[in-house]
Structure formats: C-alpha cells, structure tokens
C-alpha cells in the first residue's frame, strides 16, 4: 500500500508561481512512476506531467515549457514547480504512483495509476 501526501497548492494571480510536493510512503519510492493530473469542475481529470523511475519526464502540451516535474528518490518526494500560471490552470492537483514502472515507460492515463492523493486546489485568479 502506498500513501500519497500533496501539498502546497492555494490561490495566486495570472503570472505568479506555486510549487506543489507529494510525499510518499514505501521503501522502494525510486522505483516508482509517479504523476501529477489535474481536475477542473465538470471536466475528466487529465494529465498534467509524469516522471519515470529513471528520471524521464513527460508534459502535457498545456503546460510544456510552464511547469516541470522532479523527484527526490531520497526524501520519497516527487514535485511540481508551476510558472505562468494561467486562470485556465485552476483545479485540483493530484499526485499518482505505480509502483511496477517499466524502465523508461512514461504511464499518461489515469487507469495506470494505481495510488492517488488527496488532492490538493489551485486556483489562478486573473
């Protein structure tokens, strides 16, 4: 069983930053795909960013070159620093793990996550 901790997220005009942390449980947290996705009022939840166990990242066109997704195998700790913030980046944030990550494959549905978080709001004021 893995548990997944987010944080930092709140409220922050267009243009400002935020930077977003999950905390992980497991001893074995570097083997780990980990994601973040987003979930706007009244639409599916998407991806966001994905990091895999050997450190490759993968961004969704909306936020590519904004935001960047990173990993401290040491702290089990994997974040979401966000630039540019937009209005339309407003949403609950969650934090994904799969544990049985395959060397260099990036998981970008939600279906192939198997531990999520709680959850944690941003909202982008404009």
């Known amino acids: 069983q893995v548990q997944l901790v987010e944080s930092g997220g709140g409220l922050v005009q267009a243009g400002g930053s935020l930077r977003l942390s999950c905390a992980a449980s497991g001893r074995t947290f570097s083997t780990y795909a980990m994601g973040w996705f987003r979930q706007a009022p009244g639409k599916q939840r998407e991806l966001v960013a994905v990091?895999?166990?050997?450190?490759?990242?993968y961004y969704a066109d909306s936020v590519k070159a904004r935001f960047t997704i990173s990993r401290d195998n040491a702290k089990n700790t994997v974040s979401l620093r966000m630039n540019s913030l937009k209005p339309e980046d407003t949403a609950v944030y969650y934090c994904?793990?799969?544990?049985?990550?395959?060397?260099?494959?990036?998981?970008?549905?939600?279906?192939?996550?198997?531990?999520w978080g709680q959850g944690t709001q941003v909202t982008v004021s404009s």
């Open positions: 990091i895999t166990r050997g450190g490759s990242t």
């Open positions: 994904a793990a799969e544990p049985a990550n395959l060397s260099g494959t990036f998981y970008l549905r939600t279906d192939e996550y198997d531990y």
